[in-house]
Structure formats: C-alpha cells, structure tokens
Nanobody, 119 residues
Framework: QVQLVESGGGLVQAGGSLRLSCVAS????????MGWFRQPPWKEREFVVA????????RYADSVKGRFTISRDNAKNTVYLQMNSLKPEDTAVYYC????????????WGQGTQVTVSS
C-alpha cells in the first residue's frame, strides 16, 4: 500500500507561481511512474503531467506545456510540480498518483490540494 500526501496548494494571482509537492510512503517509490492530475470545478478529472521512475522521461498535457515542470527526488520519495504563469483556468484540485505498473494504471491517489488562480 502506498500513501500519497500533497501540499503546496493555495490562492495565487494570474501570472504567479506555485510549487506542489507529493510525498509517498513505501520503499519502492523509484519504481513508480508518478502523475499529476487535476479536477476543475464542475468538470471531470484530467491528466496534467507524468514522469517515469527514473525521472528521465516526462509527458505533459498541451494545456500546461512550457508553464509546468514535473520533477522528482527519489531519495526523498517526493514528486514536485512547479507551476508558472498560472491562469484562472488552472484553478482545480490537484492530485498526485502513483502507477506501479508503468502502463499508466494509476493505482494510488492522494487526497488532493486546491489551487485557485484569481484574475
């Protein structure tokens, strides 16, 4: 069982930045693909970005390319999401998720952290 705890959300003005963190329990963190997802108000949850266990490969949703950066520190069991040039449409609950399979099958989810971007 893996537990994920996100932090770093908050209220920011458009154009600002936030960095989200997600700390995972367990000793096999480095083998998990990790992803960030978000759920805007009144909408379905959507994919934001993913990173392989080694941290070498990443994949971004088109809506965040060039503005968001995912990274991980396997020594700290932590994945980060640096969000720059935030827009009001980035407002959502952000979730981190762990994929032990490596095939985008996200089995473990955090509780989410709210990000609100004011215009």
């Amino acid at each position: 069982q893996v537990q994920l705890v996100e932090s770093g959300g908050g209220l920011v003005q458009a154009g600002g930045s936030l960095r989200l963190s997600c700390v995972a329990s367990g000793r096999t963190f480095s083998s998990y693909r990790m992803g960030w997802f978000r759920q805007p108000p009144w909408k379905e949850r959507e994919f934001v970005v993913a990173i392989t266990g080694s941290g070498i490969r990443t994949r971004y949703a088109d809506s965040v390319k060039g503005r968001f950066t995912i990274s991980r520190d396997n020594a700290k069991n932590t994945v980060y999401l640096q969000m720059n040039s935030l827009k009001p449409e980035d407002t959502a609950v952000y979730y981190c998720a762990a994929d032990p399979s490596g095939y985008s099958n996200y089995t473990y989810w955090g509780q989410g952290t709210q990000v609100t971007v004011s215009s």
